[in-house]
């Protein structure tokens, strides 16, 4: 196994400019080109360079006109939509910095950010967020301004930017430079109080060059079809950030979905038909659940684990060959698999549009089977690795070389180094300069030139990083044994019953787990059954039930030695959800929070 492997670049680091001064370069070049779609009462409707510009530069007047100058920050609180994306290249074409805040945080959550941030005005979406706002305002002298989005906030900054001369703005947006602040983003805080990463315009135009660079087959579609994206990645988040600028910088066109939830996200993407997706596993893993439940439910669940089963091999075939070790798929495959094209694959594809035939995956690991899956049904899913402080993916797999089980490469001009207890760090022009006005968290992640991640990983031969676990999560029983909890607690979620699972054991005699159901599996399942609808309280004592996540468990304890496989599980009746503090904004399980919450059930799990 290697210990250090780099890739060398494929951009060079920008000279001059920031990240608003494409906006403004595109309209002059290519004024009628198509660059975003935006729905308006329900219909998408298409919005181009030209039109992109012009709005950009009347928000910016507007904020000028309202006080916000060059330097100063400005929060942006609000679900993953149109007027974000404006207020992004608004505020970066005056020099400003947004400060994305997720829009479920909590009043001392958006106190925090806002107070050690210093900004001097807050965008929201709502009025609940409005008032989440003024619960805290006594307590943030610096907050000046606040503005609304569902109350017209656009059309009164448009309104009272009108006496400003748009050369101020391009004064502004020229005095610009790449090591400039672009924003602060914070840390979901999973162990702590959220630090601020400041990012630069070169951070986020060095990685969202080279992604569009290297994966060109992804961002420029060579079908003659213009490339889309429908983003519905939270934009509080720097994964679905550095969408929407490498969207912006490579022209493809981009649209905006703020609920991830199955019944407002697939009606978008059938209308929308974006060419490919960026997205967490969770979305493929309900992808394919959805799927699964629907043959069934058609009676032809047979044929569709056959159908899976034939995708995973051809995948697994095309993948040997790729790597030298393999001669392809046989006629035979090529056959079984050319008869399950239209009677199952397309019927997946076209559930992300029909248009897609790549995507990229982040935030957590996707499971090898579930990817090779999507190969085999015609979209090649890029899993990919980072972290908020490396400005999204710092590694991913590249075209034409999919490994898949891992997290892929360093990504062009970036090296990955395993030190010697295990620890992933990174280098390259894509890291963060630090967290805001905290020197001391700074100098323990940036140690000479290397951004230390936490995570625990190794590289294979060919320079693929596997993520192991984080060094924080590493559970250790009593007996000594230590134990990554990740692959098992992913093995345990692969069964259509699960939604989350949770390993527990630290100073322990063994592993146990909680286990939480997923609501449209487990309506799916009494259905099959003929039994009438239960609430998950009434089920988790249910015996059949119960004999199903045992195999689910047993599954994932053939991963691991059997001292430390999961000797124990409880069912729970609830959901671990970020409004009860028990997940991050972006879906991460907060271990602590949920042991302490259900300590109780965890104390019966090791009886005395």
């Given at each position: ?6 890739v060398?670049p494929v951009?060079?680091?920008?000279v001059?400019?920031?990240?608003a ?14 660059v975003?779609g935006r729905?308006?009462d ?5 919005v ?5 510009a012009?709005e950009v530069?009347?928000l910016a007047?507007?904020?000028?006109a309202r006080g916000i100058g060059?330097?100063?920050r400005v929060?942006?609180m609000?679900?993953t939509r149109?007027e974000?994306?404006l ?9 400003a910095?947004p ?5 479920t945080?909590s ?7 806002l ?12 009025e609940?967020q409005?008032m989440?706002v003024?619960s805290?305002?006594?307590r943030?002298p610096?907050?000046r301004?606040?503005?609304?989005l569902?109350?017209?906030a656009v ?5 009272a ?6 050369d ?6 020229r ?7 672009a924003?602060v983003?914070y840390?979901?805080?999973t162990?702590?109080r ?12 060095f990685e ?15 079908s003659g079809?213009?490339?889309s994206?429908?983003l519905?990645l939270?934009?509080a988040h720097?994964?679905?950030?550095m969408?929407?600028?490498a ?6 066109k981009?649209?905006h979905?703020?609920?991830?939830a ?7 993407l059938?209308a929308f038909?974006?060419t490919f997706v960026?997205?967490v596993?969770?979305v493929f893993e309900k992808?394919?659940?959805a799927?699964?439940?629907k ?5 032809r669940?047979?044929?569709?684990d056959?159908?899976?089963d034939t995708a ?5 075939a095309r993948?040997?060959k790729a790597?030298?070790?393999g ?6 495959l090529?056959m079984e698999h ?8 397309g019927k997946?594809?076209e ?6 035939r790549?995507?990229m995956?982040?935030g957590?690991?996707m499971s090898r089977?579930l990817?090779l ?6 979209i090649t899913v890029?899993?990919?690795y980072?972290?908020?402080e490396?400005?999204a ?9 999919t490994?898949?089980?891992t997290?892929g490469?360093p990504?062009?001009?970036s090296?990955v180094?395993?030190a010697d207890?295990g620890?992933?760090w ?14 001391r968290?700074t ?10 991640t936490?995570?625990l990983g190794?590289l294979d ?7 192991t676990?984080?060094k924080?999560?590493?559970?250790v029983?009593?007996n000594?044994?230590s134990?990554?909890?990740a ?7 692969s069964?259509?019953l ?6 527990v054991?630290?100073d322990r005699p ?5 286990v939480t159901?997923?609501?449209?599996g487990?309506?799916h399942?009494l259905s099959?059954r003929?039994l009438?609808?239960r609430p998950?309280?009434q089920?988790v004592?249910?015996?059949e039930?119960a004999a199903?996540?045992?195999?689910a468990v047993?599954?994932?304890n053939t ?5 430390e496989g999961i000797?124990a599980f409880r069912v ?6 970020e ?5 991050t904004?972006?879906?991460k399980?907060?271990?602590r929070?949920i ?10 799990l090791?009886?005395?």
């Amino acid at each position: 196994m290697l210990r250090e492997f780099g890739v060398p670049p494929v951009v060079t680091g920008p000279v001059v400019g920031g990240l608003a001064d494409c906006v403004f370069r595109y309209a002059g070049e290519e004024p009628e080109r198509v660059v975003l779609g935006r729905k308006v009462d329900g219909v998408w409707r298409d919005v181009t360079s030209g039109e992109l510009a012009a709005e950009v530069l009347a928000l910016a007047k507007g904020l000028l006109a309202r006080g916000i100058g060059f330097g100063d920050r400005v929060a942006v609180m609000s679900r993953t939509r149109y007027e974000w994306t404006l207020f992004d290249f608004a505020l970066w074409a005056i020099g400003a910095q947004p400060v994305p805040v997720y829009p479920t945080s909590s009043a001392e959550q958006v106190h925090w950010i806002l107070y050690d941030s210093g900004c001097a005005a807050c965008v929201v979406e709502d009025e609940d967020q409005a008032m989440t706002v003024g619960s805290v305002i006594e307590r943030l002298p610096g907050l000046r301004l606040l503005w609304q989005l569902d109350a017209g906030a656009v059309a009164e900054l448009v309104e009272a930017g009108r006496s400003v001369d748009g050369d101020v703005v391009h004064r502004h947006r020229r005095a610009v430079t790449p090591d400039a602040v672009a924003t602060v983003i914070y840390t979901s805080g999973t162990t702590g109080r959220p630090k601020g990463c400041v990012l630069t315009h070169a951070n986020f135009m060095f990685e969202a060059d080279t992604l569009v660079d290297r994966w060109e087959s992804v961002f420029r579609s060579g079908s003659g079809e213009q490339p889309s994206t429908l983003l519905f990645l939270p934009l509080a988040h720097v994964f679905g950030r550095m969408v929407e600028v490498a969207a912006v910088r490579a022209r493809v066109k981009l649209g905006h979905q703020p609920v991830l939830a199955a019944a407002e996200l697939l009606p978008d993407l059938a209308a929308f038909r974006p060419t490919f997706v960026l997205g967490v596993p969770y979305v493929f893993e309900k992808v394919f659940a959805a799927a699964r439940r629907k043959a069934e439910a058609e009676g032809r669940r047979g044929p569709f684990d056959r159908a899976v089963d034939t995708a995973v091999r051809y995948a697994e075939a095309r993948e040997q060959k790729a790597f030298g070790t393999g001669p392809g798929p046989s006629a035979g495959l090529r056959m079984e698999h050319q008869l399950f094209e239209k009677l199952v694959y397309g019927k997946v594809r076209e559930a992300l549009g029909g248009r897609v035939r790549h995507a990229m995956s982040g935030g957590s690991a996707m499971s090898r089977r579930l990817g090779l899956f999507f190969d085999g049904a015609g979209i090649t899913v890029f899993e990919g690795y980072g972290l908020t402080e490396s400005c999204a993916a710092a590694t991913a797999n590249p075209p034409g070389a999919t490994k898949y089980g891992t997290v892929g490469r360093p990504i062009p001009g970036s090296t990955v180094h395993i030190a010697d207890d295990g620890e992933v760090w990174l280098r390259g022009a894509h890291v963060f300069s630090g967290y805001l006005n905290d020197p001391r968290a700074t100098e323990e992640v940036l140690r000479g030139g290397w951004l230390a991640t936490g995570d625990l990983g190794r590289l294979d031969h060919d320079g693929y990083l596997t993520i192991t676990g984080r060094k924080k999560e590493i559970l250790v029983t009593s007996n000594g044994k230590s134990v990554a909890p990740a692959a098992l607690e992913e093995r345990v979620r692969s069964h259509p019953l699960v939604s989350q699972c949770v390993l527990v054991g630290n100073d322990r005699p063994f592993i146990a787990a909680l286990v939480t159901l997923d609501v449209e599996g487990m309506a799916h399942w009494l259905s099959m059954r003929g039994l009438p609808q239960r609430p998950a309280e009434q089920l988790v004592g249910d015996p059949e039930l119960a004999a199903e996540v045992r195999r689910a468990v047993v599954a994932a304890n053939t991963l691991v030695s059997q001292a430390e496989g999961i000797r124990a599980f409880r069912v729970l009746p609830g959901q671990f959800t970020e409004e009860r503090g028990l997940l991050t904004p972006s879906l991460k399980l907060k271990r602590r929070a949920i042991e302490k919450a259900y300590a109780r059930e965890v104390a019966e799990l090791y009886p005395s």
